[in-house]
């Protein structure tokens, strides 16, 4: 069965400091999201993607974050400079027809900004 | 938006005891997804179920649209079934999740 996948597993960064996460989505998906989880809470939007450019975003997608899907597999999330409160879980998921379709969740990367 | 809201918020259960989840909405739905995350952190599907039932094993799922809830039933629990299973519900193009019930299965 496809999977989504994500790198890296476990990301520490400095404050300050630019990450970027990579996704691969399930191939005949064509709607691609990225959510965040800080530990011990529930899973919060962020922003999702379709066709090229983004759909919908959240308050917490603020101008530190982009995405990107560069070359037709990948799907990228971008935090420019890194702060604190930005150490949480970021799932990436996708679907084949969008919100009202079953969103498949890849294992995450956990993400540690000292 | 919508609200979802889970309870109960914390469950303990011995192996082999049944136990039933409940989620509420505050608005239709298209889109209501059951997940199970793991110890690791992992989001693990259980059911896609905007309406009507499903079993898949141990488990099986019910939504009333028409009265905005949906219940998960896990039958003869096992200590892997420990973790905590997040309802969530499509929103404004993304889904909207509650705040999840931690279950723990005891030995």
């Known amino acids: 069965e496809p999977e989504v996948t994500q790198t890296p597993s476990h990301q520490v960064t400095q404050m300050g400091q630019e990450v970027i996460l990579r996704c691969v989505p399930i191939?005949?998906?064509?709607?691609f999201y990225w959510y965040r989880q800080i530990l011990g809470q529930k899973v919060e939007f962020l922003v999702s993607?379709?066709?090229?450019?983004?759909?919908?975003k959240s308050e917490i997608f603020d101008d530190q974050f982009s995405v990107e899907r560069p070359d037709g597999s990948n799907f990228t999330l971008k935090i420019r400079s890194t702060k604190l409160e930005d150490s949480a879980m970021y799932f990436c998921?996708?679907?084949?027809?969008?919100?009202?379709?079953?969103?498949?969740f890849g294992p995450g990367t956990r993400l540690t900004v000292l | 938006g919508i609200q979802v809201e889970q309870s109960p918020p914390d469950l303990i259960l011995q192996e082999g005891a049944n136990s039933t989840l409940r989620c509420n909405f505050s608005?239709?739905?298209?889109?209501l997804q059951w997940f199970h995350q793991n110890p690791w952190g992992q989001l693990i599907n259980l059911f896609y179920?905007?309406?009507g039932t499903k079993q898949n094993g141990r488990l099986s799922a019910t939504t009333v649209a028409t009265e905005r809830y949906s219940l998960l039933y896990i039958s003869s629990s096992q200590t892997t079934d420990s973790g905590v299973y997040f309802c969530?519900?499509?929103?404004?193009?993304?889904?909207?999740f509650g705040k999840g019930t931690s279950l723990l299965v005891t030995p």
């Open positions: 998921a996708g679907s084949r027809t969008g919100s009202t379709d079953t969103q498949y």
């Open positions: 191939s005949n998906h064509l709607y």
């Open positions: 993607f379709y066709n090229n450019e983004i759909s919908e």
């Open positions: 608005d239709s739905v298209n889109n």
């Open positions: 179920i905007p309406s």
């Open positions: 969530a519900v499509d929103g404004k193009d993304a889904l909207n």
